[in-house]
């Protein structure tokens, strides 16, 4: 079995079937698990993990977790209803805002967003916020699909 990482999970490379399914497109920028990459190389920037941005002339190895996080991006835009992900990192791509990243801090600012335009979907912002925590913590991917059919 091959251990993939997207890479470049993003709202437009998430396709959804005439029955509904979802689907992953893209695979342009994929990797092998562990593989080494610039940090500035991975993910398009309003979906690349923290731990890339903090740290863009690292050279980091691909993991599921980045993935996770990406995917949380865009469960953050479609349940806030705001088209680009950068509102929900920042405007700066140099990583200069992550010496005051806070991530509790930051991690109260996302269900106001969300709240303001989805008050029925408190699963999916609870959801969310299991993904927008440090690497370690996050859910697996097979985690993530159990939490999204429930």
């Known amino acids: 079995m091959r251990q993939i990482v997207h890479c470049d999970i993003k709202t ?19 990797g092998q698990v562990n593989e080494m990459r610039s940090a500035r ?5 309003p979906y690349r993990a923290h731990e890339c941005v903090c740290n863009p002339d690292r050279r980091v ?13 865009c469960l ?9 992900g950068s509102v929900f990192l920042t405007s700066d ?20 967003r969300c709240r303001k335009r989805c008050n029925d979907y408190e699963p999916l912002i609870n ?10 913590e996050r859910p697996s991917v097979t985690d993530l699909c159990v939490l999204l059919s429930s």
């Open 41 to 45: 190389e991975v993910y398009t920037y």
């Open 127 to 136: 959801m969310l916020l299991q993904c927008i925590v440090e690497p370690v």
């Open 93 to 112: 791509s140099s990583g200069a805002y992550c010496k005051s990243w806070n991530l509790p801090k930051f991690r109260e600012l996302i269900p106001a």
């Open 12 to 30: 437009r490379n998430i396709l959804v079937t005439s029955s509904g399914s979802l689907q992953l497109a893209d695979f342009g920028s994929a």
């Open 61 to 73: 190895a691909l993991t599921y977790a980045m993935d996770v996080w990406a995917a949380a991006v």
């Open 76 to 84: 953050f835009e479609m349940l806030a209803r705001e088209p680009d």
